[in-house]
């Protein structure tokens, strides 16, 4: 569905699914029931000036409603620049922020993620950053620096520790990116 | 040449930020009969007042120009000012320059300043031909007519008759308990509604002081505050309720089914019935219009079965009449009728569309289905309800404007109700805002949402059927989408209107309604319980939409001013009152058409015309009834009638002052 289609027509609510709103609780957004839809969290979130369509409150209102394909066919989630000013201003505290964590979560079990995001999946298996400038070697070269940053992508086991976790967690379940036992400088052009 | 003080104030900024009060204190000074003239801050303060009965004494003063606020709001206090000053009260004239000069002329304070001028002239000119008047007393009957047994009459009576005062309380129905008797659970503590309705009930039905009357309609209410003689019609209910016990065999045995409407016609009973179990009085009536014996002329079966011989055929509508101190209406509401305007909604076509009344019935364990909720089609079980909410309110194209300020919240408690009592059940709510001001009302709210209650903030747009289901069609104005859900069953929360014999009672106690039919209440904030007719006071949702809290609040302020009236067994009233000059009336009584009050009689007089006695008829005003409100002085044409405060004398000379001729 384009996104030309996923902003027009009549909602069947009747064909909502009441159970998205208990599989969001589940996955981090547990004060999902507390929104009164006063919009403060729309006020404060960039993605509403970026003009996405499902923002914040819309998009609790919108599992609420169990709308589960209209949110996954849209990719405004992945928008979420995780600034965390929904969170801070919200009256009610249902932590708005944790609502998109959760919807993504929601999202990815349905593999209705963004090509973007599967390379940032990799990347962060592969290098422990999820955006990682490979070519930026030369430049920490010229002002002083070790052109590997003291991070995961100079230790070895540090990376091996941060991959033990990752094939761990819910995302190897799902085999979205390939998880060998490979280190940096393998994969990347470091 | 009088001696007249003017005292302007500056009511903080309200006067003083626009009107130039120094200049006006300066320029008012040199009006004919001013020999004194100051300001202050707040007139109506302690230390203002101090400085009008000080004043008085030390300049000799003999009026008093008080130029501030409305009339409404203070004159009674720099009265009493007046009258501590050492004069009598009515020897004072207010300028009203707030309201009607430096509110409505913030933005030319110099033309403020000149109109405040003219203002005060006016009041000057009036004042130089004041009168003293003098308050009247008049004899109070401490006993008190309630009209309506819904739960404003209940709670008022109760109140009234523990102060000691006798009530008489007339319902219209067999049975006293209102809508509220009908109610299942109320918001937002959900308490039963006949668990503490039923046993004021009874409480008030067998209170020593209370008379109770149901079947009974007041036809007239005649005379004035302290002194009313009302006629009510009893009608015939067949049933002679001294041998009468209650015993039900009548109604076990009647042969006619009739829908009853205590449950909306939900259910069936029969001819002579008792409206609901736990009615009050507890015994039954005849409906003649069902009646198989008034209909056809044989039948008899009640009567043959009656133990006690209490059926009585020849029963015949009695007129009773009773001498009040006062009046309090409590008629109560009822429903707004969406079935004939919403044709959206269907036109009342579809049996799965209900009321919220209904639902509350349906929901009821003493209701036509027991507790169950169901469909009225099919009698299954719905398990998506959608509630609709302004049906008939916030509708100015067919409805009413106002909102019925009850429904957010029994819809909210109803859909608490669906989403308890019928699992997986799923509850969508239509609505335009939510409003939940009172105590423990939001959390309420915020209840039925955690409880999964879906709200959809738009209206409906149309209901149609589909198979079995109703096709609610609408918008998600938060979502920025129309939406439509397959229902098994709506309900419409419908607007709060006045009772339909509001117009008649209007009538018949000689008040006001406002433009939907309640009853006017004297003044919106401060006087909310009396009404325009001295004597005559309002309780509960006649006066506009409430719930039950407001309700009996409002009842018991009712009640506490009705004691307040009858505490004393005489009474002032206002000296502000219409006079007759017989010398100058022709007769022709123009006054009494005119007259709102009904305080214009016809009397006939006896005078010598050039030695002979003749008779004649002249108007007369009982000063009791007349509010003074001079639409008889006005319509006078022989100039006979002058108000007592406000005499044509007086008035010209104000016109003449503020034309400046």
Redesign the interface.
Known sequence: MSEMQA????????AGD?AL?GEIRELGGAEL??C??CAKCAAACPMVLAGFSFFN??VI??I??G?REELLDDSSIWACQSCNRCTEVCPREVNPFEVVQAMRRVAIREFALPTLSVEGLKSLYDTGHAVYLAGAGNTRAKVGLPEKPPSTVASKKALQELQTIIRNSALADLGIIPMGETGVSETCEV | MHRIGVFVCWCGSNIGGVVDVPRVVREVAKLPGVVYSTDYKYMCSEPGQGMIIRAIREHRLDRVVVASCSPRLHEDTFRKAVLLGGLNPYLLEMANIREHCSWVHQNDPEKASEKAVAIIRRAVAKAARLEPLVQKRIPVTRRVLVVGGGIAGIQAALDIAEAGYDVVLAEKQPTIGGKMVLLDKTFPTLDCSACISTPKMVSVARHPNVLLLTCAEVEEIRGFVGNFNVTVRLKAISVDYDKCTGCGTCWEKCPTKVPNEFDLGMSYRKAIYLPFAQAMPNKPVIDREHCRFFTQGKCRVCEKVCPAQAINYADQDKFVTLQVGAVLLATGYELFDWASVYGEYGYGRYPDVITGLHFERMVNAGGPTGGKIVRPSDGTEPKTVVFVQCVGSRDEAKGKEYCSRVCCMYTAKQAHQVLEKIPGAEVYVFYIDVRCAGKGYEEFYLRALHEGAQYIRGRVSKIYPEEKKLIVKGADTLLGRPVEVAADLVVLATAMIPSQDAAKVARVAGISADRDGFFLEAHPKLRPVETNTAGIFLAGTCQGPKDIPDTVAHAGAAAAKICTLLARPEMTIEPVAAEVNQKLCTGCLLCRDVCPYRAVEAKEIEEKKNGVLQRRVVAEVNSGLCQGCGACAAGCRSGAIDLKGFTNEQLAAEVAALCGW
């Open positions: 902003v027009t027509g009549v909602v069947n609510l009747s009441p709103a029931l507390e009164i839809q409150k819309k209102h919108a609420l409603l709308l």
